[in-house]
């Protein structure tokens, strides 16, 4: 069972700036405590030492983190750059594309993992406040036309778009990689 020494309390009051202040002008002048004195248990704050109160002093310093005010910033300082994009997403479909024949069935897992691929090498990019969005699609080749479309609430000024497109004998791999500013 744990000791009275291995707890402590944060007695939070009202006087508790009075208390502090009194502490340290009687601190070394008194035999008893104020709870002796007046017959009374004393609290947990009393069984405190000195190297708890060095550890709890260090636990409240860490647990205060420093709050910056709002910038109000309204544009990141590494802006999205679409053809370097463009250029990450063409590379990683031809290189995981080129030799693959089209398979309804393994088809929607190749689609995950290239996704993957492009959505952690856009990350490594490091653009500045941009959530993404990355969407690949294949379809196989059987004469047919292909429509896609998103719909999006857009900010024309900050959000962008980037496509690559793969086509090999048995099919076509679309990739589409949404870029959203996120403030």
Known sequence: MASKRDYIVIRVTAQSKYDSFYNEQTKGKRTQSDYQALGMAPTEEEYISDSMKAKL????????????????????????QDYLVREKAQAILTNK???????????????????????????????????????????????????????WV?????????????????????????????E
């Open 97 to 151: 594309l080129q030799q693959a024949k089209y398979d309804g069935v393994s088809s929607p897992s190749l689609c995950a993992s290239v996704s993957e691929e492009i959505l952690k090498a856009v990350k490594e990019l490091d653009f500045d406040r941009y959530k993404y969005v990355v969407s690949v699609l294949i379809v196989e080749k059987a004469g047919q036309a292909i429509n896609v479309a998103s719909r």
């Open 57 to 80: 002093l260090a636990f409240k310093a860490n647990r205060s983190k420093i709050r910056y005010a709002n910038t109000y910033r309204l544009e990141s300082h590494n802006k999205f």
């Open 154 to 182: 857009w900010d024309v000024q900050r959000d962008t778009w980037v496509s690559a497109k793969c086509e090999t004998e048995t099919f076509i791999a679309l990739a589409l990689v949404m870029a959203c500013y996120y």
